[in-house]
């Protein structure tokens, strides 16, 4: 008996910190992962930037924040994996030019700061994913969501949705599109 109470204390003591970990990732909000991001992602560091929040909506994991004449404005959407570890998708504008062109990924790394991911992680590319520029790309705006988990991918001429991809806990996937005349 005192050896299974022994070895009930040490897997409970292995795995409690595992679980509390866990259990800490869900209670973080969209703004507590976007202060962990690098300084460098925006023109200054992301704390900066709270205070031109449009919109912070912590609930739905959701920020919009103004930008100025040297920063875009830009959304931030917060996923979660399925075992609850967060995903931070940036959408961008370009300095002076159109808003919602480029998408970053960021995850939390063992350091308990936000890294960058690989922009693969998302299906469809931006104009600027490749690391130069694509001009097959550039009618692309990437809507991210403030309710639910589908990015969309818009036409900046026909405001026409493109595509629409959905975060499944695992990755993104893009919906087929029907292909039955109407």
Same mark, same amino acid.
């Given at each position: 008996?005192?050896?299974?109470?022994?070895?009930?204390?040490?897997?409970?003591?292995?795995?409690? #910190?595992?679980?509390?970990?866990?259990?800490?990732?869900?209670?973080?909000?969209?703004?507590?992962?976007?202060?962990? $991001?690098?300084? *460098?992602?925006?023109?200054?560091?992301?704390?900066?930037?709270?205070?031109?929040? =449009?919109?912070?909506?912590?609930?739905?994991?959701? $920020?919009?924040?103004?930008?100025? &004449?040297?920063?875009?404005?830009?959304?931030?959407?917060?996923?979660?994996?399925?075992? &609850?570890? #967060?995903?931070?998708?940036?959408?961008?504008?370009?300095?002076?030019?159109?808003?919602?062109?480029?998408?970053?990924?960021?995850?939390? &790394?063992? *350091?308990?700061?936000?890294?960058?991911?690989?922009?693969?992680?998302? #299906?469809? #590319? *931006?104009?600027?994913?490749?690391?130069?520029?694509?001009?097959?790309?550039?009618?692309? =705006?990437?809507?991210?969501?403030?309710?639910?988990?589908?990015?969309?991918? =818009?036409?900046?001429?026909?405001?026409?949705?493109?595509?629409?991809?959905?975060?499944? &806990?695992?990755?993104?996937?893009?919906?087929?599109?029907?292909?039955?005349? =109407?």
């Amino acid at each position: 008996m005192k050896r299974v109470s022994i070895f009930v204390g040490l897997a409970l003591g292995l795995c409690l #910190p595992f679980t509390l970990r866990a259990a800490d990732q869900k209670k973080l909000t969209v703004v507590d992962y976007y202060l962990l $991001l690098p300084k *460098d992602t925006f023109e200054t560091p992301p704390k900066d930037w709270l205070q031109n929040a =449009r919109v912070i909506d912590k609930e739905n994991g959701y $920020l919009s924040i103004t930008g100025d &004449g040297a920063q875009p404005s830009f959304d931030v959407a917060l996923f979660r994996y399925r075992d &609850g570890r #967060p995903l931070l998708a940036i959408c961008q504008g370009e300095l002076e030019g159109d808003d919602r062109v480029t998408l970053g990924f960021f995850e939390l &790394g063992a *350091d308990g700061r936000m890294l960058k991911v690989s922009r693969k992680i998302f #299906p469809i #590319p *931006d104009a600027w994913s490749s690391g130069d520029y694509e001009k097959k790309y550039e009618d692309f =705006r990437f809507e991210l969501p403030r309710h639910g988990r589908a990015i969309l991918v =818009r036409s900046a001429k026909s405001k026409k949705v493109l595509h629409k991809v959905t975060w499944n &806990g695992e990755k993104f996937v893009q919906e087929q599109r029907d292909a039955s005349p =109407r």
